[in-house]
């Protein structure tokens, strides 16, 4: 069985392996107060072109998401999401848990609409009883999205730009965003969300390290007793080493925009031999995800060979499915994809 | 200028400042185990036919309803509710402050579409990553809404035994309940609430006490360590006893069935007074609130002799306001709109 | 039986009563945006030469403790008190539950002992993990202490001042607050307190109120958003004059000073008549509450005329006992209870 | 320069990372639903006896501290523990974040008294306001103790007995585990822990892992909903294998027990060549940490080659310092260690 059912189905690329065994026996200081943290977030910096940012590393996605939004807000402070966000529908409730309100919109394939922004900030300002709603105080979305939708840069302009008006932060959750930035579609750099949000992070699990995220907070004040923050949230690794010289490996030459351009390509490629045979998309992605629209019969062809993810019905006899590449996909396996697609559909 | 705008703007009843005179002097035991409020609760008591039922009195509103989920849900645990639930939008996150996800749809006047239930329980049996998903756990419903409708007793069999069949918790919050039990059109009673809620309010602000409201656990699952919950969450008064001679003078006698249904009496008489002009309503409420839809001039007319709360604006010419009654509505001040609306208007 | 176990068996001054009655049938706006909240403010203003400090009020005595701790702290931030605070033992984890820390030591007669501070502080700063420890940032105390006793001047602006060095904020529970300033060795002012805390409480339930407390939020840091914490917290009462009016009754004409010094004087006629049969003190309060050793026969024939709290056993054949005097407190059983002691000890 | 000052402070074992190597280009299921975790689990398991007992894997030391305090606790209740216990003083307020009261005894060598246990339970059941004070639960422990020490069988039986005299819940921190079984003076085994304790942990970080701990759960209600917590808290790893990998190749022979009980030995030969010298122990240990009491001039000398860490300043003259030693501990250097303080003190 070829597994394409996510991102994150093998341990992690070779030259991180590499680098993990030199060091295995070289000792150092604990919590993240070690070289290759500093290194690492030396790389980052190069790519974000904003003096004041601070570069954190943390095992988990959960844990960078929650933390990031914690820091950020009072407890009587709500995030403005999509309600298909990550941290609404597969988080288990950790924001909720961590004390903080939710308040969505429906996605427009995956992405939030500006409109909500406006429309909730002028809820609360015009408000007779302000105290008793919720403060909007932060915006999330993510880069790209859930379901592999990309904001251009004049979108996240424009989010931005209500940002200020509003006096909102800006959350950015990369837990793939090397596959954002690797889309042929794309005009959105790293400077750019380091420029347009306050606190963004750079996924590593799904993007080619065994665990681990970094997390950019380019707002001072979100910085402010941080690391106390990643302590009592159980996100402080004993061996920070361990996230540092990962992610040193990824952004020292560019290994972290290789891998992840590659699997979009493989994506795309992909999403061509499905077209050819008239499965179109549920949703029309240009990064890593393919969410596609089969026949029962055709997907369940598929599953003899393949593993990939049931997203949800359509109708009496179609179903959307999920299709992932990653920087550990095999291009024999995207080419046996492709054949059999040819051949099976 | 006359209110309407709410039904908490006056202190209590003169039954209940009358007895609050005659025990003033007198001591008690503090923190709720004094005589007042057994009495009070063996009052309640007489309506649920239910006798396993506890019924604790809490000062506020919002603190009931923040106990009355934490008693009942773990930490990874949801609550379904209309998004309109006065928990999601007028509390200012504290359920969330709490660590408690709502999962919210669209209200229907106030109401929460059965379907919802069964298609959340549905995701979520249905789910490949159960754990990533907050569990549904109790359905949380208004009697009456926020927005004065009620849910008929065949409507509440139908969302109980869907919570029979899912094992999920009904709580009913009860903020205005009196006026849900004494609209004309309604055939839902205590008892039938005792039946089909595992825990559920009895409001007192609103309905008459001058503050205070009775919470009934007929669920002895909920009530395991239920006083703890109260003193942490700060919602055990220490002068009990305060509490316990409100309610008691609502329930001996029936007081509180009484100046409740007589308040929804005003409404109805205020709403035929618009109807004659054609104003029409926004909400169709058979309680004690009324929606109705203004043209902006008539809600500059009218916000010359009474105070009334503006909701949100219908077209660029109308708006929706609303109008309350209550217990402490005096009938000449009922009888004086009237009359503005017949000849104002 | 005669009620001498706590300061709060009664409803409320009759004064308060009054006030509550004439403006039983009034109209007022809700949530404390009100005349009489606008009014107590001002008379409570004028004894704090504090032109920026906030007044706020809340129902009950927990809630003020966590709002005050809430408003004041980050999540990893931590409180240093006594561990005989009413906040460490006597509101079921209720900082906690709200995700604070508390760091205790040995409470000296109630007091916190300053070295603690200095100790608690230098570990901090010296540490080299800083980041696993939860930081130190408010100091609490009660005044007067759980033991009835009180701070002079000179202890509060020892305090203070290492406040200042180690920049952390100074909480003042003022639960008793009347007891402490009536006492015939108190040096200590209101003007004092708003000097030297950033924040604390004028309690009401224990010295007159029926409910209620006073909070005083003299750094303007610490008043961002709190009514929004009161919200989030239950701790906004819907009624909210019934609070402002009570206050008001209080403080206009020094009413809260003389009931409290006049329980003081009861407490302090107590304590000469049991020293005059060779009962001593388990700790020597100046305020309203008596900790008394007394032999188990003693107490137990007094148990046969009078209510009071058992404390805790001494040795075999003596206990400790609370006998309380307050606001309501009857002279005639001042006289009595005197008289019985020197007859039936 | 040569460390001594941790036990966490190189990669893993060559074992694991050759595991680790192995598997790396394979593909599995995500979360912890994988054939390693599986495995793991078995291997595990046939150290217990304990047929019910549940496994998971977690990726660090704070998050399954929180997460087996918070999967047993309600929120009223509270953790017995020592002063000296990790979760007290080195979480940054973890616990208490997520709503833990810690009640503390100060710690005798790091070891709970387990008078206290009496104490507290007595002082909570005879309490005339029981719902005041938080309800003790759960007797957190740790094996050895933060300061080395460790509790014999007959230690363990008492405290169990008493948790079962008084129905709470025994939870042990084995973050250090395998030092405390491999000890010279250990007559306690993993069944032992899995009969006594409701919920207790296998060390990883310290003892050999890259990162990552066991947790034991063999009281089946502890049990429900777990990975529920585990995704809220943030502590699903998405690549689970990679968890699952490392403990079973720890457990799969003995690897665990071998090289702790080995790092146990270097302790001891590191104790009688300071003891030879003079050098007294702070705490008597008898796992791979060490706390010595050194003269200033001693510290700086042995401070020219190797890195140790300072606990505290003991009088004018001499401090703390603690050694550690590892799994990862190369025996030249122990020899060199030994040499040196033979030659330097």
Redesign the interface.
């Given at each position: 069985m070829i597994?394409f059912n996510?991102d994150?189905?093998?341990?992690?690329h070779?030259s991180i392996?590499q680098a993990?065994?030199e060091?295995?026996?070289?000792?150092?200081?604990?919590?993240g107060e070690d070289e290759w943290c500093r290194a690492a977030a030396q790389e980052i910096g190069k790519y974000l072109d904003c003096p004041q940012a601070a570069v954190h590393f943390i095992?988990?996605?959960?844990?960078v998401n929650?933390l990031a939004l914690?820091a950020a807000l009072?407890?009587?402070q709500?995030v403005l999401c999509a309600d298909t966000a990550h941290i609404n529908?597969?988080?288990?409730?950790?924001p909720?848990?961590?004390?903080?309100?939710?308040v969505t919109c429906p996605g427009r394939e995956g992405k939030l609409d500006p409109a909500f922004i406006t429309a909730q900030m002028e809820l609360y300002l015009t408000s007779?009883?302000q105290?008793?709603?919720?403060?909007p105080k932060l915006v999330s979305l993510a880069f790209p999205t859930e379901y592999g939708t990309i904001y251009s840069l004049s979108e996240l302009e424009a989010i931005h730009a209500l940002c200020e008006q509003y006096g909102l932060y800006l959350y950015i959750d990369g837990a793939r965003l090397g596959y954002g930035l690797g889309a042929a579609e794309n005009d959105v750099t790293m400077a750019d969300l380091a420029r347009l949000a306050d606190i963004f992070t750079i996924g590593g699990?799904?993007c080619g390290t065994?665990?681990g995220e970094a997390l950019v907070i380019t707002n001072p004040a979100l910085n402010v007793?941080f690391?106390?923050?990643?302590?009592?949230?159980?996100?402080?690794?004993?061996?920070g080493w361990?996230l540092g010289v990962q992610f040193y490996t990824l952004f020292r030459d560019g290994l972290y925009f290789e891998i992840t351009r590659q699997a979009d390509e493989y994506a795309m490629a992909l999403k061509s031999a499905f077209a050819q045979k008239g499965v179109s998309c549920y949703i029309e992605s240009c990064t890593n995800q393919l969410f596609l629209v089969v026949e029962d019969g055709q997907a369940q062809r598929l599953a003899e060979k393949y593993i990939f993810?049931?997203y949800e019905r359509v109708d009496d006899t179609h179903q959307c499915v999920r299709f992932c590449t990653s920087w550990?996909t095999d291009p024999q396996d995207v080419a046996a994809l492709c054949r059999d697609v040819a051949l099976m559909l």
């Open positions: 597994r996510n994150y189905s093998q341990g992690c070779p392996l993990l065994t060091i295995n026996s070289t000792s150092y200081a604990g919590y095992p988990g996605g959960t844990q929650v914690s009072r407890p009587y709500a529908v597969h988080e288990s409730g950790a909720e848990h961590a004390g903080i309100k939710l007779t009883h105290d008793q709603i919720a403060q699990t799904k065994m665990f007793g690391r106390h923050y990643m302590k009592q949230g159980g996100a402080m690794l004993a061996k361990l993810e049931q550990s």
